[in-house]
């Protein structure tokens, strides 16, 4: 029986991660449960809200820092609550200033509150601008194939589609489009938004995506510590899945057991 081989790890601008799962920090109880559960994802790249966390800003306030260390964890600044290109590009400026020139940024332009999808044209905007001033963009859009594409020909580090609106909870809403994202992917591709549970994260991986990024599936759990440990297991599982290859969907049943061979 020849040996499984060992899968690769995850690459993003140059550097190599063992988990696929990446974790956000904000709705939280308090930074205790923060660590706690991130700790329990496993998660090695966790993304803060600028805008929102203090990470040096305030320094009479707690500092997210303090319990998620940079040396320990890679900081992916957001852009949460950015709504024009001004601003994003302005607040992941200032992330670099605050992380002594650290250029992995996570890019979301909002297009409006109501939905919170991605004004695609100011994303695009934005991530030619920063792209230019030396920053590596993990871009969140939507999950048009053509508009991902487009981000990575320009530059982006990783393209991350949404597979429901931000905090839904839904799901992957069209898993073909998220599989053409893939399928034609010349670098990472990370689920970002509406993962709900186990069983969505299990599935975008299933598709052959590189990772998934969540936050309130986590956060907002009734046990957030457990739920980032079931999420982190259903990371795993749907890798192994999708690198053992599933066997084809047939409309009529096929015997467990074959007849070839049989003696009557």
Known sequence: MSAIPEDKPLIVAGKAYRSRLLTGTGKYADLEQTRLATEAAGAEIVTVAIRRSNIGQDPDEPNLLDVLPPDRYTILPNTAGCYTATDAVRTCRLARELL??????????????KTLFPDITATLEAAEILIDDGFDVMVYTNDDPII????????????????????????IQNRWNILTIV?????????DAGVGTASDAAIAMELGCDGVLMNTAIAQARDPVRMARAMRLAIEAGREAFLSGRIPRKRFASASSPLDGMFF
């Not at 991902?148 to 799901?171: D, H, K, T, Y």
């Open 100 to 113: 002594d020139g650290h250029n992995l940024i996570k890019l979301e332009v909002l297009g409006d509150e």
């Open 148 to 171: 991902a594409r487009r981000f990575a020909e320009m530059g982006c580090v990783a393209v991350m589609p949404l597979a429901a609106p931000i905090g839904s909870g839904l799901g």
């Open 183 to 191: 399928e034609e992917a010349t670098v990472p591709i990370v689920v």
